[in-house]
């Protein structure tokens, strides 16, 4: 907060061709300001990524809703049990968690609807010490989709779940302009000068394949929200064509529309099976490996990979009709979080600081800009352990191993790559928590 930052924020001109960490540039588009506090750091840097983080605040709706659609809904989320400024509300501290992005998502455009790709801040330990200026890029189509899904889905949660309907009225309306723009304005822009049917990168994090998914979870969340036929088209549209062999089949698009009074049976089913497809070979594959999990391969970010087999196999677990497996599925899901916690080849809670939950031995070194800083003095507290330590933050995820199930890289020395490690995405937190809501919410 300060003159030039989050409540004054302007857009930049990308440098095309210079490296997402670097600053965006020093050319101004306008002299126009922008108030886009809030929201969540990407990772272990401050930027604010609106596809990293739509995919991150729609993961934690669907966490939010599988847990109070199974069957002891009673023990789902509720209030004052993480501790934060919201607690006492009279509203589940998850939810006003997710609301804390979801505002964000609100501020996050330029006012006809159309969202930044990126909202950079350099870092600096503490945050408040940095008075650098807060950059935006150019609003694009892509990013503009996934806010549509982001507000779409929040409307849905926030209308369905009683707690604040005006809040949900505004989240709608919102989502709407964003939808409404694209209708008028179609995907892509701004165009890449060397391919029409891309966007011209502004520096942020993206995925050619990600406009179609929100497009799915936005047409999903609208579908929902007003039985517009014309939404379930846009559903059929991207889901008939797709490849149900490979995929995500636990992406928040998917469980909207499966969880839609008029829903297509047809599509339900397809979906389901692929849920019940992934599950199945972990459960198959469980046997021939170690530490009783089966995990496709050690790269950048496997704990993500170690959440969302958690999650999906929970999916599973919810929509078998067969009482026999269930359990199966949920036993399954359950060695994940034993892995987690500790029980893998390094012996590591993959959580940041807990010993003093209980952990003997956890991460106690992040890659992070406020709290792995190593070149600032007032950063040193917080790496490591000894005399004037006090650690991380408690309770971050961070990538995991990398390479094979024993290389984990501890060490902030740049040369190693050490954010392949310990960084903690917000992603991976998203990813875990779907594995671990039942375990905390009890559906057993």
């Known amino acids: 907060m300060g003159p030039g930052q989050s409540t004054e924020a302007q857009v930049y001109k990308w440098h095309q061709g210079n490296r997402w960490p670097d600053q965006i540039g020093t050319e101004l588009v306008s002299s126009k300001t922008y108030d886009v506090h809030g929201g969540w750091f990407d990772a272990g840097d401050f930027n604010k990524y609106t596809s990293n983080s739509t995919d991150v605040h729609n993961q934690l709706l669907m966490a939010f809703e599988m847990s109070k659609l199974g069957p002891n809904d009673k023990d789902g989320p509720a209030d004052k049990e993480l501790n934060i ?135 999903a969340a609208l579908f929902r929200l007003t ?36 829903a297509d049976p047809a599509i339900v089913g397809r979906i389901k099976k692929a849920i019940f497809n992934y599950a199945d070979n972990l459960v198959s594959q ?30 599973a677990s919810m929509l078998t009709d067969d009482p026999a497996k269930r359990p199966i599925y949920l036993d399954a899901a359950e060695e994940f979080i034993h892995y987690m916690n500790g029980r893998n080849p390094l012996g590591l809670c993959f959580f940041t600081n807990m010993k003093s939950f209980g952990a003997e031995n956890s991460v106690t070194t992040l890659f992070h ?16 352990e000894g005399p004037g330590k006090i650690g991380p933050f408690p309770g971050y995820v961070i990538g995991g191993p990398n390479g094979n199930m024993k290389r984990l890289v501890e060490d902030l020395d740049w040369r190693k790559a050490p954010w392949e490690f310990t960084e903690p995405d917000i992603g991976y937190q998203s990813e875990v928590l779907r594995g671990y809501g039942p375990f905390i919410w009890p559906h057993r």
């Open 286 to 315: 469980d046997p021939q490996r170690g530490y009783a999990i089966y995990m496709q391969g050690y790269w950048w970010g496997s704990n993500r990979l170690a959440g969302k087999n958690a999650g999906t196999l929970v999916l």
């Open 85 to 219: 400024p919201q607690s006492g509300n009279g509203i589940p501290d998850v939810l006003d968690e997710i609301r804390y992005e979801t505002e964000f998502l609100i501020r996050d455009n330029d006012g006809t609807g159309a969202a930044f790709g990126r909202v950079h801040l350099e870092p600096g330990s503490p945050p408040e010490s940095v008075t650098k200026p807060v950059q935006l890029t150019i609003p694009n189509s892509e990013v503009t989709m996934g806010r549509a899904a982001a507000l779409a889905y929040a409307a849905v949660v926030w209308s369905e779940s009683g707690f604040d309907p005006e809040f949900a009225k505004r989240c709608q309306a919102e989502a709407m302009k964003s939808w409404d723009l694209l209708k008028r304005k179609p995907h892509p822009w701004p165009v890449d000068p060397h391919n029409p049917n891309k966007i011209m990168s502004q520096g942020e994090m993206r995925d050619d394949h990600q406009y179609d998914n929100w497009r799915l979870a936005a047409a």
């Open 227 to 262: 039985h517009k036929p014309e939404y379930d088209e846009i559903v059929h549209q991207v889901l008939e064509p797709r490849n149900w062999g490979s995929g995500e089949p636990g992406e928040p698009g998917l469980w909207i529309y499966m969880n839609t009074k008029g």
């Open 369 to 384: 800009s406020w709290v792995g800083n190593v070149n600032s003095e007032a950063g040193q507290k917080y790496i490591g």
